[in-house]
């Protein structure tokens, strides 16, 4: 299989760089006039499916609001998964998994395997049990084509007091998690099937992205208050490799099909005025 940083990099070339996340939380449930439970849900997520799989080249669910209602949320997670995917969308599964050993092969095995019902073409992790603590899922991601986003620089305000600590080595957390990722794609033809996560609100923070040669997926655009133009002093020479991630901002058109494939063209057309 072709590695999920080409197929990505294809994917947004080819219908603009935009990933839209499917967040069915109880505010959202609720502007559509839906109920907050499983028959809302299921209406919630299908809808997204129906007006945005094949338009956007990414779409994110968050494992998090289906997980809520038990077995049954996760069956209406699977069926999103599926259907966004033969629709020919990219799903990239907010799952920010992390765990050690056997553990962490068990949810590399449940996201990234192609004979699981949750397989997705690539999915979010945390490190912050050592960045070598992922290598299952970095393993299993390169055997089967699929992608791995690490979370490095996040834009909630607990997060730099972690994130921006420095090491023994002198380097920040953040920065050793992205050198660290950085030589995982470290010799990728194309672009690199191992991303990190930076949030689109952080501004300036004088960590060095340049060279990462892998998918930057940033979230916060829109009503979280990122806007496509302050990208440009995030990411400087790595703007190119940036995965604009609005929900909000998008989802919050519905539950008119039409108004949300309206919301995202809108979202696509101004991170492609920045981004290119």
């Known amino acids: 299989m072709?590695?999920?940083?080409?197929?990505?990099?294809?994917?947004?070339?080819?219908?603009g760089p935009l990933c839209v996340g499917i967040d069915p939380h109880p505010a959202l449930l609720e502007r559509w006039g839906l109920d907050d439970d499983?028959?809302?849900?299921?209406?919630?997520?299908?809808?997204?499916v129906e007006?945005?799989?094949?338009?956007?080249?990414?779409?994110k669910p968050q494992?998090?609001?289906?997980?809520?209602?038990?077995?049954?949320?996760?069956?209406?997670l699977e069926s999103t998964i599926r259907q966004s995917r033969e629709a020919g969308a990219l799903v990239l599964l907010d799952v920010k998994r992390g765990d050690i050993g056997s553990t962490m092969a068990a949810y590399a095995a449940a996201y990234l395997d192609p004979d699981s019902s949750l397989s997705v073409d690539a999915i979010t992790v945390s490190p912050y049990l050592g960045v070598g603590s992922l290598r299952p899922a970095f393993d299993l991601a390169a055997a089967h084509g699929a992608g791995v986003f690490v979370l490095a620089l996040t834009s909630n305000p607990e997060g730099p007091e972690l994130q921006h600590a420095v090491t023994a080595a002198g380097r920040t957390v953040a920065q050793t998690v992205i050198d660290?990722?950085?030589?995982?794609?470290?010799?990728?033809?194309?672009?690199?099937?191992?991303?990190?996560?930076?949030g689109a609100t952080i501004g300036e923070t004088g960590h060095d992205l340049s060279k990462i040669n892998g998918p930057l997926l940033a979230p916060g655009l829109g009503a979280q208050g990122g806007d496509p133009a302050g990208l440009?002093?995030?990411?400087g020479e790595s703007l190119r490799n940036v995965l604009p991630s609005y929900s909000r901002?998008?989802?919050a058109a519905g539950p008119d099909v039409t108004s949300l494939r309206a919301a995202a063209e809108r979202a696509a057309a101004a991170c492609r005025a920045v981004i290119g």
Not at 38 to 48: N, Y
């Open 249 to 251: 901002e998008v989802l």
């Open 38 to 48: 499983l028959a809302g849900l299921e209406r919630f997520s299908f809808t997204v």
């Open 51 to 59: 007006a945005l799989a094949d338009r956007v080249p990414v779409l």
């Open 232 to 235: 440009r002093a995030i990411f």
């Open 63 to 76: 494992s998090a609001f289906f997980e809520r209602f038990g077995s049954r949320g996760v069956a209406v």
């Open 2 to 15: 072709e590695s999920f940083g080409n197929r990505l990099r294809a994917a947004t070339e080819a219908q």
């Open 180 to 198: 660290e990722i950085s030589q995982l794609n470290a010799g990728a033809e194309g672009l690199g099937s191992f991303g990190l996560v930076v």
